[in-house]
């Protein structure tokens, strides 16, 4: 089992629509979460930060972990165009692990 | 405007070719990290460093070599030993306390290709 799994994608919605990506791990030592959004032939770039458990929500976006679970996700609301790009999920311990996510590639639609 | 610069954007290495990607960060960052971006495994790191004049091996280290010897810049050399190199190298840096709550900060990009 990998250390961190993110839905594989591509995923393909309408403009408009709900997104919500998902990633699940596997290290229970795992404290500080976020979202990386890479937009193709590009670095990526950080989206959203949480640290431990609960919601956070920056404009359109809403980053959600759940510890219990090992499962942190992120949703986007009003989707658009522009938000078309591969997004990572990644995450670290309080020492030296920090493990991302393989990927999902979004696209949405107009 | 601080960032991270990664040169060339595109490169093509022969069979046999050793080359050297660059790597230079103005945001005053002690840490520098290289990675390797394959399609469907995510980001794998290939050398760190903390300091200047240090460096540590990551995962995939094997057939690459790095130096540090300013803070601002840490280029990646791609021996002939890497058996396959054709990739997206991804350089990064950090602060010690951006890298806790903040993580990284990433360059553009290099597109290496064995032709």
């Known amino acids: 089992q990998k250390e961190v799994e993110q839905d594989p994608g591509p995923l393909s919605v309408p403009e408009g629509a709900i997104v919500s990506l998902n990633c699940t791990y596997s290290?229970?030592?795992?404290?500080?979460f976020m979202w990386y959004r890479q937009y193709s032939r590009k670095g990526p770039e950080l989206l959203m930060y949480?640290?431990?458990?609960g919601n956070k929500e920056d404009g359109r976006f809403t980053a959600q972990v759940d510890k219990s679970s090992k499962y942190i996700s992120l949703f986007i609301r009003d989707s658009q165009p522009s938000d078309s790009a591969t997004y990572l999920c990644?995450?670290?311990?309080?020492?030296?692990?920090?493990?991302f996510g393989p990927g999902t590639r979004l696209s949405v639609l107009p | 405007d601080g960032g991270i610069t990664q040169s060339p954007k595109y490169l093509f290495r022969k069979e046999g070719q050793n080359v050297t990607l660059s790597c230079e960060q103005n945001?005053?960052?002690?840490?520098m990290y290289w990675y390797r971006q394959d399609p469907g495994q995510g980001l794998r790191l290939i050398y760190y460093?903390?300091?200047?004049?240090?460096?540590q091996k990551g995962d995939i280290a094997e057939g690459y070599s790095v130096s540090r010897e300013k803070k601002e810049s840490f280029p990646l050399t791609v021996t002939s030993a890497q058996k396959n190199p054709t990739a997206f190298y991804l350089c990064?840096?950090?602060?010690?306390?951006?890298?806790?709550?903040?993580?990284?900060?990433f360059g553009s990009g290099t597109r290496l290709t064995v032709v």
């Open positions: 990644a995450m670290r311990d309080y020492g030296q692990n920090f493990v």
């Open positions: 990064a840096s950090s602060s010690p306390v951006d890298r806790v709550t903040y993580g990284y900060t």
């Open positions: 290290n229970s030592a795992f404290q500080y």
């Open positions: 949480t640290y431990s458990s």
């Open positions: 460093s903390q300091i200047v004049n240090d460096f």
């Open positions: 945001l005053n960052h002690d840490a």
